[in-house]
């Protein structure tokens, strides 16, 4: 039996300090959420440091990790504005949480669109090809095997040059709605 030294077991059974800070580190994913979503509604915020800064000054404690997995998740993009870049939600997940409607985003972000064989590419301004994606994802298209998004661009695998066709259509008609 190994024997450690009496100052070695005092500090070995020490427990830490309780947190004095008075951050709410016990609430719950969709209360934070809200409070973003919230933030992002009524005030033009451009850069996640000033949305953190925000929450912070409302006494959520969040580290830039966690605010852009949240950002993710509520398929919140960065677009442009007058003023300068800015954050927008769609209006399906400011409502209840689930994903923006491709119909409501792809106007805001959407740049341009070419193909070629069965490959369709989709540019978005930058930041925007991540929740495009997951709005087309979400809509299950037959006619789509799958989607790759960067920063700003989309690689679209369609079934067929027809369906590619169909595809940049239907999308092409989406985002010349509210433009």
């Known amino acids: 039996m190994v024997r450690f030294p009496p100052a070695l077991r005092r500090a070995t059974l020490r427990r830490p300090p309780p ?6 580190v016990t609430t ?10 919230e933030l992002i509604g009524t005030r033009e915020i451009g850069s ?4 953190r800064q925000l929450l912070h000054k409302q006494g959520w404690d969040v580290t830039q990790s966690t605010l852009s997995r949240d950002l993710r998740d509520l398929r919140v993009a960065r677009v442009p504005s007058p003023e300068g870049a ?3 939600v769609g ?4 409502d209840d949480g689930s994903r923006a409607p491709l119909a409501a985003i792809l106007p805001q972000l959407f740049l341009s ?4 064989g069965p490959m369709l590419v989709l540019k978005t301004v930058i930041g925007g090809a991540q929740p495009v994606a997951s709005a087309i994802d979400s809509e299950a298209s037959a006619d789509i095997l799958g ?8 690689l679209m695998i369609c079934r067929s040059e027809q369906a590619r066709e169909r595809v940049a259509r239907r999308l092409s008609t989406l985002a010349r709605r509210a433009r």
């Open 19 to 24: 947190c004095a800070c008075d951050f709410r």
């Open 28 to 37: 719950s994913k969709r209360e934070r959420q809200h409070a973003i979503l």
């Open 48 to 51: 996640q440091e000033e949305l």
């Open 86 to 88: 800015r954050y927008v």
């Open 91 to 94: 209006e399906a997940a400011a």
């Open 113 to 116: 669109l070419d193909g070629v």
């Open 147 to 154: 989607t790759i998004a960067g920063d700003d661009t989309i």
